[in-house]
């Protein structure tokens, strides 16, 4: 891929219905970063526990490969269709199935919701406890309005949304760094057990089905790479931009989960690590008992798994978005606010959200929801890549080795097996799903009496112009 490509935004920045192009490489590094660096390292480290064992980084690590071989595709796509909409464009375009393109969207609409509410049940757990000293907090009230103040963010406009989550993304970073740091300490001083993080027994799995059990709760932490590509049209020059940020963002996170993995296994008992709902907060508990730091790790962890919620929440609206404006999806959701944000869009996925936080019985099934809708679109995407190679464009941009998305879509096919999950995971996956096809079926009834787009307002460029 040449350097210096640069490819036409497909809005000018003075359109009042276009999204602003304000997103540069450092922002974005930020972005993806902050993303991966969220709620499921700082809330899921006891839960990969205790499927693995005390061999954690060996889980982090094999999500960490099938993160990576993904990326490989949606660089490659992105690069070539540097629009809002990210996996759902893809999968339209490549398979030109317009109800197996809104299932797509949905799904990924759906995970970055579940995500979402997911994080908010983190910030009311062992967390908020840590940090107010009131034990058992109200969860789901706590969580409700965690995502009411991300969509005032989210309302406010991309801009003030990515500088909140630059300054978010400092601190989550920090965050882990001290728990890197705890665990350096712990080994100079020679205390810890390092040969727990090698231990793959008393889970009740053998050692290959522990590993990609936990593995399919690990993934939840690399997500975030996935949801970038949504900001497309609000970045500078994406071909140039995105494969640098995507690479380095990953690598970075991949790096600081297996170093805070290995410490936690270290550290902490295993029975302990897996029955906390904040076990990074345990390692500081256990591993620095004289430092008075508990009440600031809390905050920070809190900020973290806020971070997540915001990018999930950011994602998923401009997805609508997107969408809406290829007829995808109801038009309403293209809907531009006079802070040329999509609220109607905003508005449907913090709805959706709270539906989920008081109706869902177990909440943690939220994290392994969003996994197996995610997963089972990267297999689409990697074939997508695949597929679309016969998809000629006017630019030049990022070109995946064949062999990458190959292997991306066969390990995304493994993980969709029900050997790494529990039933009722596929059960709620099955009912969003459902719920989507209902929103379908309204949108066909209401779309077919409508005019055809005139590529006014929030219409969408035509296919072949839609670089």
Known sequence: MSADVSVPAPHSHDDPHALKRIITRPMLIFFILGDILGAGIYSLTGQVGAKVGGAIWASFL???VLAFLTAFAYMELVTKYPQAAGGALYCDRAYRIKFLSFLVTFAIMASGVTSASFAATRIGGRYFTGLTGVVNPPMVLIGILAILLVAAINYWGISE???VNIVITCIELSGLLFIIGV????????SGDPAAAFDFAGTGFGVFTGIMAGAATAFYAFLGFEDSVN???ETTDPPRNFPPAMITGLLAAGVIYLLVAFTAAMVVPLDVLT???GPLLEVVRIGAPDLPVSRIFSAISMIAVSNTMLINMLMA????YGMARRDVLPRPFAVLSPRRTPWIAILFTTALSILLLVTVNDLTNLSDTTVLLLTAVFMLVNIAALVLRRDHVAHRHFHAPTIVPVLGAIVSAVFLLPFVREANIYLLAFWLLLGGVALW???RLVIRHLPPRDGSAAGPPPLEDSV
Request: charged share 20%.
């Open 231 to 233: 900001l497309a049209e």
């Open 441 to 443: 079926a309204l949108n």
């Open 183 to 190: 665990g350096a300490s712990v080994l100079a001083k020679g």
């Open 275 to 277: 029955k906390s709902s």
């Open 62 to 64: 094999v999500a960490f």
């Open 161 to 163: 949304s990515i500088k």
């Open 317 to 320: 609206s401009r997805l609508l």
